[in-house]
């Protein structure tokens, strides 16, 4: 989730896909979650088996969760749950240095309204790849029955601040939210992680237990849906509790973001700008909110 460096930004300037353009592909459902298990601890190995990538049921055929309410007439699996997804950044944001850059009061400091992100060396930006992450997994847990708010219309505005993206899932009254996005560290750096708010004697306080159960749920489907490892040079086990991101400081819903590898390594960078891959990310993370929203 770094900011982009110059050379990246002009070429956003000269070439729209790499700054914003949804991937090709179409968003398709993915399967229903895995029978819920017992609740996982920081210790889990998440052994059990991934699900597919791309496609509406599993490699033996099984139906999806909205298919099997309306065979059986029990409601969707997420029936009555309301989730916020905040797709990272945005397309358009470096056009916009004046608006991304004004500073937001985020309770434990000030920081900009929001920044670019960061890129793959080849120009596919984490704005991209979140919107589209995004749209996939607004489209699964829809399909199982949630009702679903994106934080951004497209990948082609500016904004919204990260104090906004807070009050979207607040004014929703989410019962889950979750902030999508990749980082960019060092090249021969590797592997995921999940934030979670602190306890900063704010209004994210009462919500930082659920979030610590939120983000445990999604960083064990994650590991076991894409393969990826725990990230070596954040946290540990993948897990990162922070208190100076204004979309956790500021939420009073259970929160997350998850950052879902670097887009500096290679190995992972092509991974994203797979659609397969991008599927299979979308249905991890549904299925990780999904055991924790039926917990």
Same mark, same amino acid.
């Given at each position: 989730?770094?900011?982009?460096?110059?050379?990246?930004?002009?070429?956003?300037?000269?070439?729209?896909?790499?700054?914003?353009?949804?991937?090709?592909?179409?968003?398709?459902?993915?399967?229903?979650?895995?029978?819920?298990?017992?609740?996982?601890?920081?210790?889990?190995?998440?052994?059990?088996?991934?699900?597919?990538?791309?496609?509406?049921?599993?490699?033996?055929?099984?139906?999806?969760?909205?298919?099997?309410?309306?065979?059986?007439?029990?409601?969707?699996?997420?029936?009555?749950?309301?989730?916020?997804?905040?797709?990272?950044?945005?397309?358009?944001?470096?056009?916009?240095?004046?608006?991304?850059?004004?500073?937001?009061?985020?309770?434990?400091?000030?920081?900009?309204?929001?920044?670019?992100?960061?890129?793959?060396?080849?120009?596919?930006?984490?704005?991209?790849?979140?919107?589209?992450?995004?749209?996939?997994?607004?489209?699964?847990?829809?399909?199982? %029955?949630?009702? *679903?708010?994106?934080? !951004?219309?497209? =990948?082609?505005? $500016?904004? +919204?601040?990260?104090?906004?993206?807070? #009050?979207?899932?607040?004014?929703?009254?989410?019962?889950?939210?979750?902030?999508?996005?990749?980082?960019?560290?060092?090249?021969?750096?590797? %592997?995921?992680? *999940?934030?979670?708010? !602190?306890?900063? =004697?704010?209004? $994210?306080? +009462?919500?930082?237990?659920?979030?610590? #159960?939120?983000?445990?749920?999604?960083?064990?489907?994650?590991?076991?849906?894409?393969?990826?490892?725990?990230?070596?040079?954040?946290?540990?086990?993948?897990?990162?509790?922070?208190?100076?991101?204004?979309?956790?400081?500021?939420?009073?819903?259970?929160?997350?973001?998850?950052?879902?590898?670097?887009?500096?390594?290679?190995?992972?960078?092509?991974?994203?700008?797979?659609?397969?891959?991008?599927?299979?990310?979308?249905?991890?993370?549904?299925?990780?909110?999904?055991?924790?929203?039926?917990?």
């Amino acid at each position: 989730m770094r900011a982009l460096p110059a050379t990246v930004l002009a070429a956003c300037g000269l070439i729209a896909s790499a700054c914003g353009a949804p991937a090709s592909g179409g968003v398709t459902a993915g399967q229903a979650a895995p029978a819920a298990s017992s609740p996982s601890s920081e210790s889990s190995k998440g052994s059990s088996t991934s699900t597919g990538a791309s496609t509406g049921t599993s490699s033996t055929g099984t139906s999806t969760g909205a298919e099997q309410a309306a065979t059986s007439g029990a409601a969707p699996a997420l029936s009555g749950k309301v989730v916020v997804i905040d797709p990272g950044h945005n397309g358009g944001n470096h056009r916009d240095p004046k608006a991304v850059n004004r500073k937001v009061n985020v309770l434990t400091q000030w920081k900009a309204c929001d920044t670019t992100g960061t890129a793959t060396s080849g120009g596919y930006s984490e704005a991209a790849f979140t919107w589209d992450v995004s749209t996939r997994l607004a489209k699964i847990l829809k399909s199982r %029955g949630a009702r *679903v708010k994106l934080t !951004r219309a497209g =990948n082609d505005g $500016v904004g +919204p601040c990260i104090t906004e993206r807070a #009050a979207i899932g607040n004014r929703a009254k989410a019962d889950a939210a979750i902030s999508v996005h990749a980082d960019g560290s060092a090249p021969a750096n590797h %592997g995921f992680h *999940v934030i979670m708010p !602190r306890k900063i =004697n704010g209004p $994210v306080d +009462p919500v930082v237990g659920d979030s610590r #159960a939120l983000g445990l749920a999604v960083r064990d489907s994650f590991r076991r849906g894409t393969g990826l490892p725990y990230s070596t040079y954040i946290g540990s086990r993948a897990l990162s509790f922070r208190d100076d991101l204004g979309g956790l400081n500021l939420s009073t819903v259970p929160k997350i973001f998850v950052e879902c590898g670097n887009m500096k390594n290679a190995a992972e960078a092509a991974k994203f700008q797979d659609p397969a891959f991008r599927q299979k990310i979308a249905v991890a993370l549904a299925n990780g909110l999904q055991h924790y929203l039926k917990t």
